[in-house]
């Protein structure tokens, strides 16, 4: 991680790493709607019995 003591410097860091990464963060909210949509989402897998907390 770098190591900022500029405000300006840091918030301007961030902000590009995040332009980086909102194209896949839309994509994965399209194929989430679209699968919302479409009744096809995936049901996460029950835990194990002897990983229950009960």
Known sequence: ???FS???ARVTFF???MKKAMPEVKHQI???EKALKSNTL???PK???Q???D
Request: proline share 10%; hydrophobic share 35%; no cysteine.
């Open 1 to 3: 991680m770098v190591d």
């Open 6 to 8: 500029n405000t300006k």
């Open 15 to 17: 902000i590009e790493q």
């Open 30 to 32: 399209e194929v989430y």
């Open 42 to 44: 995936v049901k996460s």
């Open 47 to 49: 835990p194990a019995p």
């Open 51 to 53: 990983f229950k907390n």
